[in-house]
């Protein structure tokens, strides 16, 4: 039978040489004695898919329990997650934080006397009247807000804007007074403060 | 009940017509010298050919009904070997063999034979086969089995290996390629390495 296309002299010679030695092995390999034999009675020649499958099922059965494995641990962690988480500093029960907010940028970084904000004793008084003074607070202080006065004294700060209410308020340090709301910019709900507590 | 009781061929395969086993048996001889070439050794030769008889019985009727059941089966065949190969490439191809070149030397081996020399000759040439066809990728040695052993055209091998006819002619050129100097040299007594 033709053995191909035609080459030039040294393929047709590597060609010649080769069939020499491929045939000349395919001559002399005997096949052994009681082959078929073995192969048609070894265990697993029971006609089932075989060859590359066989090689890879034990693979493609840990990849499956790995698969199942990840799927009910995601299952389990979407059913026990956690919520969504209130990140609000830990406080006083039954209070708001507030951050102290002071107009002048001059005075935010700046721990003076100057630049020191005043918590007032009564929300009712004149804010700057003399022994109307609980404490002093700086920007970006957090205080906790226990309720709100929303007919104080009007003030204004110096962006303009002005507001009636005072925040009823505790610092870190232990000190109480009363807020201006000018003096913070909140955005959270806080109940009004009973009358007795004025 | 005991007219329809299998024959004792039929033993493991209620399933599959004798006809599988005597088509296949009948070319088991074939296909275990092309798996001995391919896979390296007798031990994973019959490996393989037990492999390729399971993986071709699960689909008897493609065996029996292809127009050349040898072709099918011979890439069933090489597919085996390969998978083998690939499972475990720690597995060294055999090189030399300590006598074996000895005996090259003194005459008996390649094609001239001088008397029974104990098997030597004859391993010999099956070593050198498997050492050639070791030198291939697994396409290359099966397109060279087809053509330069089994006597297929380049079409006809490109037909069963399920490739393009250039693609099987330049997997024949490049193995010869690769084998011209070793034939060359070895065929003048300078194989040695």
Known sequence: MDAGPRYGGADEEAAALLRARLRLADEQIGTPAGLWDRIREQPGAGRQPAGAWALRRPFAVALAVAAA?????????WLVRPGPV??????PPGTVPVTVYNSEEACRTSRTMECALRLAKDPHTAYAARGNLAGRVWHGEVLWVRCVASDGQLLRDEEGVTSTRWYRVTGGDGVSGWLPGVRTRNTREVPECPAGAR | MADVTPPASMSAASSVSPTFDEVFCGLLPRLYRRAVMLAGSRQSAEDVVHEAYLKLAARPQRFLAHPEPYAYAFTAVLSVARDAYRKDRRQVLVDEVAGVEGAEDAGVGG?????????VARRHAELEAVRLLGRLSHRQAGIVILVDLDGYTIDQAAKIMKVHRGTAARHRARALDRLRAYLVESEHGQAGR
């Open chain 1, 69 to 77: 494995v990840a799927a009910v641990a995601l299952g389990v962690w």
């Open chain 2, 111 to 119: 094609g001239g034979y001088g008397g029974w020399d104990g098997g």
């Open chain 1, 86 to 91: 209130d990140i609000r500093p830990a406080g």
